[in-house]
Nanobody, 120 residues
Framework: QAQLEESGGGLVQPGGSLRLSCAAS????????MGWYRQAPGKERELVAD???????RYADSVKGRFTISRHNAMNTIDLQMNGLKPEDTAVYYC??????????????WGQGTQVTVSS
């Protein structure tokens, strides 16, 4: 079993910055992809950014150039540095990880979500 714990959400003014962190804990072999999704009221959950075990990254077009995802494999953590925040970035942000539990099984895990509100 594994768990994801997020931290770092909050209220920020437009143009400001926030840093989200996610830590995986529990018993598992390794972690494949880790990433961040977000869901705004009335909208579907969408990928913000993810990063593979080798460091390859993907970003939503809407956040390219403003957000940076990083990974610390030794500590099973990822960070999302968010700069130049806009009101449309307001959402609940969820950490996601594809975790290899044993040599024969893997599962997709979600964190509980952290609120990011961009408003003046």
């Amino acid at each position: 079993q594994a768990q994801l714990e997020e931290s770092g959400g909050g209220l920020v003014q437009p143009g400001g910055s926030l840093r989200l962190s996610c830590a995986a804990s529990g018993s598992f072999v390794n972690i494949r992809t880790m990433g961040w999704y977000r869901q705004a009221p009335g909208k579907e959950r969408e990928l913000v950014a993810d990063i593979g075990a080798g460091g390859n990254t993907r970003y939503a077009d809407s956040v390219k150039g403003r957000f940076t995802i990083s990974r610390h494999n030794a500590m099973n953590t990822i960070d999302l540095q968010m700069n130049g925040l806009k009101p449309e970035d307001t959402a609940v942000y969820y950490c996601n990880a594809l975790i290899v539990l044993t040599l024969w099984s893997r599962d997709n895990y979600w964190g509980q979500g952290t609120q990011v509100t961009v408003s003046s």
